[in-house]
């Protein structure tokens, strides 16, 4: 199999995106090792101060990122491994069974995308308050453990990477449903599944809208509950808030490092059998 070799343009292309990309990152960092006044100051300061202990340190007591960590971990753990169990099962059901209905549900599932997330947030709050979750991890979790994201995603891979030829064998072999779904179809759809877990873990763990109505930062705040309460006040120090941003990305920044190689992996592999 001939090997296309990238030219000169390609890497400085690429060079150029990651730049971009790392430059927010990089600005947190550096504003998160300075003072408030030398933030304030023009130019702003490029390069690395001497603060970045003092204020991880006060980002960490103050906002009790400690357990706020502990809670977003939690919470996106759940929410991934029920999006992706939910999703992958739905989206089987929708691409290759047949029953009553289907085209319709398929139809509703679709319209639910089409809902903006803020015309539910005072059915859900009542509901939620009715049950007396106000602020539990419950209250964040139970709401997002399916997306129609997730079922169309996994949709349209099914389709594509499980052919019906496949499910028909299976039923011959007499293989049920559950043991067609285990030995079948979640071997297909893996790939899949590693790239919408990863985006439904980094989508649950900076989710901000729902948490910062359902919790509050004394209870059991997430991450995003948490570092509100670095810039209230009269005058916040941004350099402590940048600093909290940052305890609050290197999580991420961590799972990609150790799953992104797998991911990209299953996802050139499910391309190769397709």
């Known amino acids: 199999m001939r090997t296309e070799r990238a030219g000169w343009g390609t890497y400085a292309l690429l060079a150029l995106f ?32 001497r603060n970045l202990p003092r204020n991880l340190e006060l980002a960490w007591t103050e906002a009790r990122l400690g357990e706020a960590l502990a809670n977003t971990a939690l919470v996106a753990g759940v929410v991934t491994a029920g999006t992706v169990l939910f999703s992958t099962l739905a989206g089987f059901a929708f691409a290759k069974l047949r029953f009553r209905f289907r085209g319709t549900l398929l139809l509703l599932v679709a319209g639910t995308m089409l809902i ?25 979790i139970l709401p997002s453990l399916v997306s129609a994201f997730g079922v169309f995603f996994m949709l349209q891979h099914l389709r594509r990477a499980l052919p019906s030829e496949v499910l028909e064998a299976a039923r011959m072999d ?23 877990g990863m ?8 989710d901000f809208f729902w948490p910062v ?13 948490a570092l509100t309460g670095l810039g209230r006040g009269t005058v916040p120090d941004q350099s402590v808030v940048m600093a909290g941003a940052l305890l609050g990305t290197l999580p991420l ?17 499910g391309a190769v059998k397709g």
Do not use: K
Request: net charge positive; hydrophobic share 55%.
């Open 199 to 206: 985006l439904s873990f980094v989508a649950a763990w900076n």
């Open 174 to 196: 007499g293989a049920g449903t559950l043991r067609t779904v285990w030995h079948v179809v979640l071997p297909a759809a893996r790939p899949a599944m590693a790239v919408l």
């Open 18 to 49: 990651t730049a971009v990309s790392l430059f927010p990152l990089l600005w947190t960092a550096v504003a998160a090792s300075r003072t408030s006044t030398r933030l304030a100051a023009t130019p702003p300061p490029f390069r690395f101060g």
């Open 116 to 140: 903006p997330p803020q015309l539910g947030v005072v059915p859900l709050y009542l509901l939620i308050a009715r049950l007396r979750w106000t602020d539990e991890l419950q209250a964040v």
């Open 213 to 225: 109505l359902a919790l509050t930062q004394t209870g059991n705040p997430t991450v995003q509950v």
């Open 253 to 269: 920044l961590v799972v990609l490092a150790l799953f992104g190689r797998h991911i990209v992996g299953g996802v050139m592999r």
